[in-house]
């Protein structure tokens, strides 16, 4: 079937559209922004995954609350920067992330971008899967109906056949991502050392050695990562935005980095009693670190940090395939979309399914080095984000795809701080690692 073919796809989405009319001229703003709203959540929470909670609960646990509290906080303002843009992108240009550079860059760097993308992705997912079995592991629920059970909600959630169902099934689960708050809550933290925390920025703790290095890198990765760029604007363009949506689309994104933020500190924070208590937590995997908290907590707010975890890894899986399956679709050309059934796009969603599958096969192998690879795959997604901020920068200012949309100098230059920092960050790491008795 052409993708030009009047089809199911569009038939959706066009019904998705006069809903929007119909809010914009009588049905008032919260519905106008309750029917925009979904993209920039999903992304924000989806990127709170199963890696990111990990490195937050190792950085509450062997750092406490002062330095990263508000160095978390500054990098989801970086995440909303870099987000806004695949906003813009997706709105105006009515295309996928890897469809433009494909279009813009051609064919090798079209390429390149997927190829990057799905490696890196695969290893993330695997990660995924490590926190969804970890997880579950602490109510009991053996590794492979861990696994299963991840995939089996993640087919059902892709079977609705529209990405209006999808992405509300998709936010739903999001949302769960906020059971930090209430284990936080449970440790009695002390507010004022986090009001001061927030006040007056301290001191790096012990100095930037390899250790903190990893830690840092860990944080940023957590927040900001290539697949993000891939999922919002190949989001934006499956629901339909246009340019008149764009104000909402950039509330949405700022509503998903405050509650990402917000989970992402409730994280710190539920894991702080650790350092406080001088718990060694440097070796903690995911249900190691509830498991620790129970006598802080309570079984049940153990219980609820060990969800939190499941959860996290699932919607990130469900969010990492589906930004693969999108890309994979842009630069081979054909359909993807989650308007359109099996039948229509069997490419987009077998990349979507295998992907997900494989990651969560690896999981179960035995002796796989899994702590390997929850601990550098953040590592790698910021060493990869220099060159996927460098394509966001030139494709937003490309006269041909945005006319009058392209960023101005104020967003511009939040975009070159934010590539800065990252590139910086990344430089600062590999020094650490050449030189690794080096401090600063």
């Not at 997912?125 to 089996?152: K, N, Q, R, S």
């Not at 004022?192 to 390899?210: C, R, V």
């Not at 099996?342 to 992907?355: R, S, T």
Request: proline share 4%.
């Amino acid at each position: 079937m052409s993708m030009n073919a009047p089809n199911r796809e569009e038939a959706a989405r066009a019904l998705d559209r006069l809903q929007v009319t119909q809010a914009r001229h009588k049905g008032g703003r919260m519905r106008l922004l309750w029917l925009l709203v979904g993209p920039g959540i999903l992304v924000m929470l989806g990127e709170n995954d199963a890696p990111s909670m990990l490195s937050y609960s190792a950085t509450g646990s062997q750092f406490g609350i002062g330095f990263f509290i508000p160095f978390v906080i500054v990098t989801f303002m970086m995440a909303f920067v870099a987000q806004e843009i695949t906003v813009r992108l997706g709105a105006v240009s009515k295309a996928g992330h890897a469809e433009l550079i494909y279009r813009r860059f051609g064919r090798f760097w079209g390429n390149f971008a997927m190829i990057d993308l799905l490696l890196t992705n695969v290893l993330t997912l695997i990660t995924e899967f490590v926190g969804i079995v970890a997880g579950a592991g602490y109510f009991g629920i053996p590794d492979y109906a861990a696994v299963g059970g991840a995939l089996i909600v993640m087919a059902l959630a892709f079977m609705s056949r529209r990405y209006w169902s999808f992405e509300r099934i998709a936010m739903l689960l999001a949302l769960c991502n906020l059971v930090f708050v209430p284990v936080a809550l449970m440790t009695h933290p002390n507010w004022n050392a986090i009001g001061k925390s927030l006040l007056a920025w301290g001191p790096l703790p012990g100095g930037f050695g390899s250790h903190t290095a990893i830690i840092l890198l860990s944080d940023i990765g957590a927040t900001i990562t290539p697949w993000m760029l891939f999922f919002q604007q190949g989001a934006v363009s499956d629901k339909g935005l246009s340019v008149r949506d764009i104000p909402q689309g950039r509330i949405d994104t700022g509503i998903g980095a405050l509650l990402a933020a917000l989970a992402a500190v409730a994280c710190i924070i539920a894991t702080s009693p650790l350092f406080v208590h001088h718990m060694n937590a440097s070796q903690f995997g995911a249900a190691q670190f509830a498991q620790a908290l129970a006598p802080y907590v309570g079984r049940f707010g153990g219980a609820l940090f060990a969800f939190g975890i499941l959860e996290a890894g699932l919607v990130a899986a469900i969010a990492i395939s589906t930004s693969s399956a999108y890309a994979f679709g842009e630069v081979t050309q054909r359909a993807h979309s989650l308007n359109r059934s099996f039948k229509e796009a069997k490419g987009f969603y077998l990349v979507l399914i295998a992907i997900a599958a494989i990651s969560g096969s690896v999981v179960l192998i035995p002796g796989f080095p899994l702590e390997f690879v929850v601990l550098i795959v953040n590592v790698i997604a910021v060493l990869t984000m220099p060159p996927a901020i460098g394509f966001l920068l030139l494709l937003v200012n490309d006269r041909e795809i945005m006319g009058d949309h392209r960023s101005g100098w104020f967003f511009n230059s939040l975009g070159l701080l934010v590539g800065a920092f990252v590139s910086v960050a990344g430089l600062l790491y590999a020094l650490t690692v050449i030189f690794p008795s080096l401090h600063f």
